[in-house]
């Protein structure tokens, strides 16, 4: 066989770093590809959990209110007034007690004007008193263009719909009205009540949303004539209702805005009202990392590719993890917290306290109050935990009115029993949700369990079962107390 000659040899080489060089311009070109799209997908389905997340926000919103305003219509003392103010309209023309009752609701859910109004008189109540007399007949008169919005909801036949307007009651400050139909037994017309939050909270909401996402978040009407903002709203007409869709909402909708944005828009559940989330940013691309690379880092490439998968697949991850262990009630762990305790237990945690407390009657406070002022309650017990006990110390809710905190480091009588007092003298600050006199008003107290690690306990189950023993008798010994776990307890658990 004939050797090869050197002009051979070079264009053997010169083939092969051809070939080498036009392998990997493919390999890199099939790579970009590849990897532009499992980047844009995961991009997406994070800005639809972004979506979701705000959607989840604003729906909250929306429905917090408009549960108190169905609980005030089902609420015996509104029937009554109602039916007192048909039967003697002039005698009481202020409904002292009415208005006493509305401001009550006013201070204790944090709305801004609670209104009713009675169908056999048509005067209009707010909680500053009488207002005026709406006159249904007269709608046309610019005069009365405020009362517009009583004969129309009631001719809708709706038991009760959400509507936008300006507040005379509140300086015409546009306001989201919270309507409800007050029936009696037999299904007739009483009247009609509703609260009214201020534009002002729900854009404050915008802006918190979109500082924690980093979006920009409005609402926009079906029409596309009316908008809200986090920093402005405007409107085409003074009294806009959100009207009820009769289509199902459509999913979460995903486009691209110029070179690096994205747009997700989403139906805002069951209103003919679409909320729009909005990005500037997209990303990061992994173009410029391969224009640097040359044929030397040709084996580089895919382990740049696992790298960036990892990170974007891991972020996400993370993220569904933080949003599973948080209580989005009070901003505490979930039961998740038990983890935590386990592991700090198996890893050898300094000598602490376990507390197990919850609230002596809270069953009571929600079908007395309702349960958004129940809610509101375990929200403040959530901010009272979180600063009474260090960012090291595991503060969850197990659930309902069950909270645990572990709290390793702490340990000695002197200062569990400090501790115990200082979340008493804490929780006592909110012993009552409202200032109102009237008779459904709950009285506030709570029962605390503690046990002792490692004398009372070893393990989380151990742990638990002294302090729901020490519980139950702070209950059993009258409630509003703390009781620190004692070997005499356990008969007292055992004929429980």
Not at 152 to 161: C, H, I, K, P, Q
Request: aromatic share 8%.
């Amino acid at each position: 066989m004939d050797k090869l000659t050197p002009p051979s040899r070079i264009k053997i080489f010169i083939l092969s770093l051809l070939t080498i060089v036009l392998c990997f311009l493919a390999t890199t070109a099939i790579s970009i590809h590849f990897l532009s799209k499992v980047i844009d997908a995961n991009e997406q389905n994070e800005a639809r959990l972004i979506a979701a997340n705000i959607h989840a926000h604003i729906r909250d919103f929306l429905a917090t209110h408009a549960s108190a305003a169905k609980t005030m219509a089902g609420d015996y003392f509104v029937k009554e007034a109602v039916r007192e103010d048909a039967r003697k309209p002039r005698l009481d023309p202020g409904m002292p007690e009415l208005s006493r009752f509305l401001r009550g609701l006013v201070s204790s859910t944090g709305i801004d004007t609670a209104y009713l109004v009675s169908d056999a008189t048509h005067r209009y109540f707010s909680h500053q008193g009488l207002h005026k007399v709406i006159n249904p007949q007269d709608r046309d008169n610019p005069a009365h263009e405020h009362d517009t919005w009583y004969p129309a909801f009631v001719e809708t036949g709706l038991d009760r719909n959400i509507q936008l307007d300006t507040n005379p009651v509140e300086k015409d400050e546009w306001t989201i009205f919270f309507n409800n139909r007050i029936l009696d037994d037999d299904g007739k017309l009483l009247g009609v009540c509703g609260v009214g939050i201020g534009m002002s909270h729900l854009q404050a909401l915008l802006r918190d949303l979109e500082a924690r996402y980093g979006v920009e978040v409005r609402m926009v009407n079906e029409a596309k004539t009316s908008r809200i903002g986090s920093r402005q709203a405007s409107f085409d007409k003074r009294y806009l209702t959100l009207v009820e869709s009769s289509t199902p909402p459509k999913p979460i909708s995903f486009s691209r805005t110029g070179d690096k944005g994205w747009e997700c828009r989403v139906g805002l559940s069951q209103f003919d009202w679409e909320l729009i989330v909005q990005s500037s940013h997209s990303a990061a691309s992994p173009f410029s990392f391969f224009i640097l690379i040359n044929i030397l880092l040709f084996l580089c490439i895919f382990g740049v590719m696992f790298f960036v998968i990892h990170k974007l697949n891991h972020s996400e991850k993370e993220m569904l993890t933080k949003i599973a262990r948080i209580d989005p009630l009070t901003g505490l762990e979930n039961r998740s917290g038990i983890d935590r305790v386990h592991g700090m237990l198996q890893e050898g945690s300094t000598p602490g306290a376990f507390f197990l407390f919850d609230v002596d009657g809270f069953k009571a406070i929600n079908d007395t109050m309702g349960h958004p002022v129940g809610d509101i309650l375990l929200q403040r017990i959530g901010g009272i935990l979180q600063t009474s006990f260090r960012k090291s110390d595991v503060v969850s809710r197990l659930g309902g009115d069950e909270f645990m905190v572990f709290s390793p480091g702490l340990q000695g009588d002197e200062r569990i029993d400090n501790k115990a007092r200082q979340l008493e003298e804490a929780m006592h600050e909110i012993r009552r949700l409202r200032d109102s006199p009237d008779e459904s008003d709950v009285a506030i107290s709570f029962s605390i369990g503690v046990a002792l690690f490692p004398q009372h306990g070893k393990t989380f189950d151990e742990l638990y079962n002294c302090a729901d023993t020490a519980l139950y008798h702070a209950k059993a010994t009258g409630k509003d107390r703390y009781v620190v776990f004692d070997a005499s307890l356990i008969p007292n658990a055992d004929s429980r």
